[in-house]
């Protein structure tokens, strides 16, 4: 049986490092692991890019997986590039055709839906930025709160130091395909999640036909609790083995 490539799509204010202890577990399993940048610029252009990357790193049957922000772009770039066989939600959105991250979490509870957003984040502008267009950047205090609440404090820090900002225009983006509905899925839902609550995380995963697992964790559970994902991607390659 050829094992497939697993490769790890991070989210927004984190980069491929937020994958490491995922990673290392599946290489343990004799899986080859990729985990490729995610520009975090917009829907269409990551999407691309990721297709482009699937293309050309990659031969033979993919389980590609994708952690919050990195839901989407998996989703829309599943079809175009490579041989994708399943698709792992990662306390990530599973959008439909036509929804946005700002849509999705509109009225869901999460920490980030408020008022003022520059309460939880902080907004600046970058060179060659359409106009209207800026980065979204965490505040301290919401990494420690809301973003990543079960880290220990130093690895907290170094998510406040370490984000990748994630520009406005790509929450805003609608996706374009749902690649979820030809493609078997897995969904880890983190039940303390407050960025994207777990009713929300669920009712995009049920309405997906994601095989669901549950994890005690915050946003970042790849990294508190990296077990959850790797079994959730050890299930999907199996069936891609079957």
Same mark, same amino acid.
């Given at each position: 049986?050829?094992? #497939?490539?697993?490769? %790890? ?34 829907? /269409? ?14 031969? &033979? #049957? ?7 922000? &990195? ?25 439909? /055709? ?19 957003? !520059? !309460? ?10 359409? /106009? ?35 520009? %406005? ?7 374009? !395909?749902?690649?979820?509905? !030809?493609?078997?899925?897995?969904? +880890?839902? &983190? ?28 946003? +970042?559970?790849?990294?508190?609790? #990296? ?16």
């Amino acid at each position: 049986m050829t094992k #497939p490539t697993i490769v %790890l799509v991070h989210g927004a204010w984190a980069d491929a490092s937020s994958w490491n202890a995922v990673a290392a577990q599946l290489r343990g399993h004799g899986f080859t692991v990729l985990a490729p940048p995610n520009a975090l610029r917009g829907v /269409e252009a990551d999407a691309a890019y990721l297709s482009s990357f699937l293309a050309q790193r990659t031969s &033979g #049957p993919v389980v590609l997986a994708g952690h919050s922000y &990195g839901g989407v772009v998996i989703s829309n770039a599943a079809g175009n590039g490579g041989d994708v066989r399943a698709l792992v939600y990662v306390n990530a959105f599973i959008p439909a /055709e036509g929804e946005s991250i700002f849509g999705i979490l509109g009225g869901s509870g999460s920490a980030l839906d408020v008022p003022d957003p !520059t !309460t939880v984040l902080d907004v600046v502008g970058y060179p060659g930025a359409p /106009e209207g267009d800026a980065e979204a950047f965490l505040k301290p205090d919401t990494v420690f709160r809301y973003f990543a609440q079960d880290l220990p404090e130093a690895d907290g820090w170094n998510v406040v130091t370490g984000q990748r900002p994630i520009t %406005l225009s790509a929450n805003a983006a609608p996706t374009t !395909t749902a690649a979820w509905r !030809t493609l078997p899925s897995w969904a +880890v839902v &983190g039940t303390e999640d407050l960025v994207i609550p777990a009713a929300t995380q669920r009712s995009l995963a049920d309405r997906a036909g994601s095989k669901i697992f549950d994890v005690a964790a915050s946003h +970042v559970s790849l990294v508190s609790q #990296p077990q959850a994902s790797v079994e959730a991607i050890l299930a999907a390659a199996a069936h891609v083995g079957d």
